[in-house]
């Protein structure tokens, strides 16, 4: 009797902790922070790179015993391998953060699978795995969650954007979210955003981590970490979506592959379901994209695989 007894325990944790993982394929960081956690978590997460200043950015989060998670451009991964691979290998997470960051609401369905797909054979060569994509600018739409449902990729988005591409913040804890709320002293945790191609950023390490601890920050974790801590007691839910129309549908293009219909997302609690009027359809770097004056990536992006070294 006992044994049975047993067996039953153990297979009621097992569920409970299943549940507790955030198993959404649109991870919005803003519904994240809504959700229960037995403490405050931050994850540091760094767009763009890797660059010639991210072995500096190693050296002192692993100096703080800090780990990250890195959304690099295939195109920054195919040149710097080997900070790929020490990303990696002091255990930091990587995600794909397309090819060479183009707006993909501009890009057609095969220009977005490129895009995505080059960046993964890239990893794939140096001998990395990345777990998640961010797309540049915030920007997705339902071609997008198509390609990533075939790479198994998680969509991360995030909840507080330092800006530092425009300039540096005088107290990072004071940051407002993508909701426009700062948070009081004391309840600060969620998915920061900065870019570890900036001097700038990366010589400012001490004083964000000062300021996001002094803020609440308990402790800091990679992204893995963060959807593991939350301490949702619902399984995740399957909620249709009814996408926007983006890209081609809005273009009135035809796009045989934009049409076809990717059913049930699986989304927890800790998801925002897509094409919700709260999310503004992602749009939310597009005044970065503007301020900063890129290129239109509206053109056509042609792509010429190198060897990886």
């Known amino acids: 009797m006992l044994p049975k007894r047993l067996f039953a325990i153990v297979t009621v944790a097992m569920l409970l902790f299943a549940t507790h ?29 890797p660059s010639n200043f991210t072995p500096h950015l190693l050296d002192m989060l692993r100096d703080y015993g800090i780990p990250a998670t890195f959304f ?54 140096i001998g990395v795995t990345s777990l998640y994509m961010r797309p540049p600018y915030g920007n997705y739409d339902e071609r997008t969650i198509e390609i990533l449902r075939e790479h198994g990729l998680k969509l991360i988005m995030w909840s507080m954007d330092s800006k530092d591409w425009k300039h540096l913040p005088a107290d990072y804890s004071k940051l407002r979210s993508t909701r426009g709320t700062v948070y009081e002293n004391g309840n600060l945790r969620g998915v920061f955003l900065f870019h570890d191609i900036h001097k700038s950023t990366v010589d400012d390490l001490p004083r964000i981590i000062a300021n996001l ?16 801590g939350v301490l949702d007691d619902e399984p995740g839910m399957l909620m249709t979506r009814h996408p926007p129309k983006t890209g081609h549908a809005a273009l009135g293009k035809p796009d045989n592959a934009s049409q076809n219909s990717l059913g ?24 970065r994209e503007a301020d900063a004056k890129k290129v239109d990536e509206a053109m056509p992006v042609v792509l010429t695989p190198k060897p990886v070294g």
């Open 264 to 287: 049930d997302i699986p989304l927890a609690r800790c998801s925002r379901p897509f094409g919700q009027p709260e999310q503004v359809a992602h749009n939310a770097d597009d005044t």
């Open 72 to 125: 690099m451009l295939g195109s920054n991964a195919r040149r710097l391998p080997g900070v790929v691979r020490r990303v990696a290998a002091e255990g930091h997470e990587i995600g794909n953060h397309t090819f060479s960051h183009p707006n993909l609401h501009h890009l057609s369905f095969e220009q977005q699978k490129e895009q995505i797909g080059l960046t993964e054979s890239i990893f794939r060569k």
């Open 21 to 49: 993982e955030c198993n959404a394929l649109v991870v919005d960081g803003n519904r994240i922070m809504d959700q229960d956690m037995g403490e405050n978590l931050c994850a540091l997460t760094f767009d763009d790179g």
């Open 213 to 228: 601890r002094a803020g609440g920050c308990q402790r800091f974790v990679t992204m893995s970490e963060y959807l593991a």
